[in-house]
């Protein structure tokens, strides 16, 4: 498996700018993350998937963030209208949850570098 | 929901020492907690993990303890080389927050050669 695939690995764009991120989980995992990592405040979960159901979103920052999860082999996540202090890195990530373990190992994609000018 | 702390924030050692890092969460009920260690410009990758159940577990230079009284766990690395030079952020999963992890602020730890 060639692991949680994302793209664009790099993306600059101007203020007011709409952004689509998109995530490819590895075959076979059945919950996908989204993660937002900047120097001030870390790697923050923003939503999380399972069975490509939203399950939580508490994290998604405001309504310019969407999230959608059309299948199991694919999920977006949008900012519109894109700021300058959405500028991060955005990591996809995915696992397989089973009934009684909870999150197993969470394997995340190479990122999306997303700088706001 | 839950609430990781890790410190320090920068660790600086020699090579050869050894490198311990602390966590702590809010959770009483987090039952799950991985490390991941990421390179300059890479993803984060999970080194060791521990759960509930168990107090300690080793792997190689790695160790990774918990104490659920006191709601923390610590990363130990002996005989630290340059090439563990990264950042490492330790995770909980907590109930209340799904299943999901929380993450750490991170422990950026730099080996001197």
């Known amino acids: 498996d060639a692991g949680v695939i994302q793209s664009p690995r790099h993306e600059v764009t101007e203020m007011g700018q709409e952004v689509t991120l998109r995530c490819k989980p590895i075959s076979g995992h059945n919950s996908l993350f989204w993660y937002r990592q900047t120097m001030m405040r870390g790697l923050e979960l923003l939503i999380y998937?399972?069975?490509?159901?939203?399950?939580?979103d508490s994290g998604m920052p405001e309504d310019r963030f969407s999230a959608k999860m059309p299948n199991a082999s694919f999920s977006t996540l949008k900012i519109q209208p894109s700021e300058p202090r959405d500028s991060a890195v955005y990591f996809c990530?995915?696992?397989?949850?089973?009934?009684?373990?909870?999150?197993?190992?969470?394997?995340f994609g190479e990122g999306s570098r997303l700088t706001v000018l | 929901g839950e609430n990781v702390e890790q410190h320090p924030s920068t660790l600086s050692v020699q090579e050869g020492d050894s490198a311990v890092i602390k966590c702590t969460y809010s959770d009483s009920a987090s039952n799950y907690f991985p490390w991941y260690k990421q390179e300059l410009g890479k993803r984060p990758q999970l080194i060791i993990d521990?759960?509930?159940?168990?107090g300690e577990k080793k792997d190689q230079r790695i160790a990774v303890t918990l104490n659920k009284t006191a709601k923390h766990f610590s990363l130990h690395i002996t005989e630290t080389q340059p090439e563990d030079s990264a950042v490492y952020f330790c995770?909980?999963?907590?109930?209340?927050?799904?299943?999901?992890?929380?993450f750490g602020s991170g422990t950026r730890l730099q080996v001197q050669p």
């Open positions: 998937f399972n069975n490509n159901v939203p399950i939580d």
């Open positions: 990530a995915s696992s397989f949850i089973g009934l009684s373990e909870g999150v197993g190992e969470l394997f």
């Open positions: 521990i759960r509930s159940n168990v």
């Open positions: 995770a909980a999963r907590g109930i209340k927050a799904g299943r999901a992890l929380t």
